[in-house]
C-alpha cells in the first residue's frame, strides 16, 4: 500500500499534483481548504469527494502532507501543524515553493518534522492546465539528505523529472524560473501595447502576435537561444533600430525602457552568435543609451 497523502491549500498547484499522485496509486485521505465548497470541489477533482474537510487536524491521517499555500503563509502553517500535534509521526511534510528551502517548515520552536520541498519549472494557469502540464515537467527536489528519494519517487509518480538543488541556490534558481515565466508574459503585454499605438485594440494587437509568439516558442524548443535569434539587431540593421526608438518617441517611458534593456541583452547574444559585427554593435548600443 502507498502512503497516504493528504492536501492543505487546493489551489491550481495542489489539485493538479494530488490528483497525479491519485492517478499513480496514492490514496487521498483528506483535502483541506477553510473553505468548505473549494475543498470539496478540490476534493471531487482528486477523485475522492469523502476526503474534503476544513479540519487541520485531519492532517494527521497523511504519511505525506502536500502543504500548497501561498509563499508568505508556508511557516506559519507548518509551525500550526507541529504545534497542535497535528501531524502523524514520521509523516513528511512537502512544500511546493521555489524560492524556501524545506527548512522553512521547521521554524519556530515547535518539535521539527521531516520536511521537504518540490517545485515543478511549469506554469498553472488552472488546475486542468497543470493536469496537463507537469507531465515530462522538471521538478526541484530539496530537503534532507535522506528524504531526496522520496522527493524523486513522488516526482517520477507524476511523470516529471526531478533534479536536485542545495537549499542556498534555491533564490537564483527562483529568479530565473521568473524571468523565463513571468517576464515572458510581461514582455509579450509590453509588444502589445506598442502594437495597440497603430491604432489596433490590445486584443486585436496580440492576436496578430500570437503566430510569432508560437513560431519564436517552437524554435527555442529545437533550438538554442542564439540559434533562435533572428530580428534587425541579429542581422546588424543599425537604421531599423534607429527608427523603432524615434517610432516609440510618444510612447510611455516604460515601453521604450524595455525595449532599450531587451535590445541591449540582445547585442550581446547577436554578438555570441556571431552574426552581428563589432561595430554595428557599438552603433546599436550607443543609439539605446538612456
Not at 512544500?95 to 518534522?113: C, D, E, T, Y
Not at 539528505?145 to 533534479?163: D, I, K, Q, W, Y
Not at 502594437?195 to 496578430?208: I, P, V
Not at 525602457?257 to 535590445?263: N, S
Amino acid at each position: 500500500m502507498k502512503p497516504k497523502i493528504v492536501l492543505i491549500g487546493p489551489g491550481r498547484l495542489g489539485q493538479a499534483v494530488t490528483c497525479l499522485l491519485a492517478d499513480a496509486g496514492y490514496p487521498v485521505a483528506a483535502v483541506i481548504s477553510r473553505d468548505p465548497d473549494r475543498a470539496l470541489s478540490a476534493a471531487r477533482f482528486v477523485g475522492n469527494r469523502d476526503a474534503a474537510t476544513t479540519d487541520l487536524a485531519r492532517a494527521r491521517e497523511g504519511d505525506i502532507v502536500l502543504l500548497t499555500l501561498p509563499d508568505d503563509f508556508l511557516a506559519e502553517a507548518a509551525l500550526q501543524l507541529r504545534t497542535n500535534g497535528w501531524l502523524a509521526p514520521d509523516a513528511v511534510l512537502i512544500h511546493f515553493s521555489g524560492r524556501h528551502p524545506a527548512a522553512i517548515l521547521n521554524q519556530g520552536s515547535a518539535p521539527a518534522v521531516l520536511a521537504l520541498s518540490l517545485h515543478p519549472l511549469q506554469t498553472f494557469a488552472d488546475a486542468v492546465a497543470g493536469l496537463r502540464n507537469l507531465p515530462g515537467t522538471p521538478f526541484s527536489v530539496e530537503g534532507e539528505e535522506s528524504l531526496l528519494p522520496l522527493g524523486e519517487t513522488l516526482v517520477e509518480a507524476m511523470g516529471g523529472r526531478p533534479f536536485r538543488i542545495r537549499s542556498e541556490q534555491k533564490p537564483l534558481y527562483h529568479a530565473a524560473a521568473c524571468v523565463a515565466s513571468n517576464y515572458l508574459i510581461t514582455l509579450t503585454a509590453a509588444a502589445g501595447q506598442i502594437m495597440a499605438a497603430c491604432g489596433f485594440s490590445e486584443e486585436e494587437a496580440l492576436k496578430l502576435l500570437t503566430p510569432l509568439l508560437k513560431g519564436t516558442g517552437r524554435n527555442l524548443i529545437t533550438l538554442n537561444p542564439k540559434q533562435a535569434l533572428t530580428g534587425p539587431i541579429a542581422r546588424g540593421d543599425v537604421q531599423t533600430v534607429a527608427s523603432h526608438l524615434e517610432a516609440m518617441a510618444d510612447l510611455p517611458n516604460e515601453l521604450r525602457d524595455i525595449y532599450r534593456v531587451m535590445g541591449k541583452a540582445t547585442v550581446k547574444l547577436a554578438l555570441q552568435k556571431g552574426t552581428l559585427g563589432e561595430r554595428q554593435a557599438e552603433e546599436i548600443l550607443e543609439l539605446l543609451k538612456d
